[in-house]
């Protein structure tokens, strides 16, 4: 995968745009003293690489009544295939899959050090949680140990990746 050169002008627009993606192209121009042609340019160059993935929007999970928000530490079974002959797919391949199509976990990492995964989790309660975790994720035939922890408060929560080059911090 090539890596895309980008300017002040175009790490600036990324920054603005990570701030509010609902800015109009000239509203995005006026912020860095471009032209609205040349802006829209950069922005659809930057999209059509893949720097801009997608826009969203970003909901407050609380106020739609997820007001649990739980990290879990999974380890998985170690070995490579299941028994049988034919299996096609590892237990990793199986459990990323089921993951992909549990709604309550909204990220997923596979993580060095001694567990495997790291699931954030947005429940609405400690029962949502509970059901969660013994009707879905502890019936995984790969899942061998989890460990969660609960957030208690949010200090700090943020969409936007620093954009080396920006200006402004």
């Not at 009707?135 to 080396?164: C, G, M, N, W, Y």
Request: glycine share 6%.
């Amino acid at each position: 995968m090539t890596e895309i050169v980008l300017d002040k002008i175009d790490r600036k627009i990324l920054a603005i745009l990570q701030a509010d993606g609902q800015l109009t192209n000239q509203e995005v121009a006026e912020r860095i003293n471009l032209s609205p042609s040349p802006c829209l340019r950069r922005i659809k160059r930057l999209e059509e690489s893949g720097v801009i993935r997608k826009y969203v929007a970003l909901l407050e999970p609380a106020k739609i009544g997820l007001g649990l928000l739980a990290y879990v530490n999974v380890r998985l079974e170690k070995h490579s295939d299941h028994p049988g002959k034919g299996a096609s797919r590892s237990p990793r391949d199986d459990f990323s899959a089921s993951v992909a199509q549990w709604p309550e976990v909204v990220a997923c990492y596979a993580m060095t050090g001694e567990m495997d995964y790291l699931l954030r989790v947005h429940v609405e309660d400690m029962n949502h949680f509970s059901r969660f975790m013994m009707e879905t994720l502890l019936r995984h035939p790969a899942v061998l140990d989890v460990k969660s922890s609960f957030a208690l408060q949010q200090i700090k929560e943020t969409t936007a990746l620093p954009v080396l080059g920006a200006g402004g911090g």
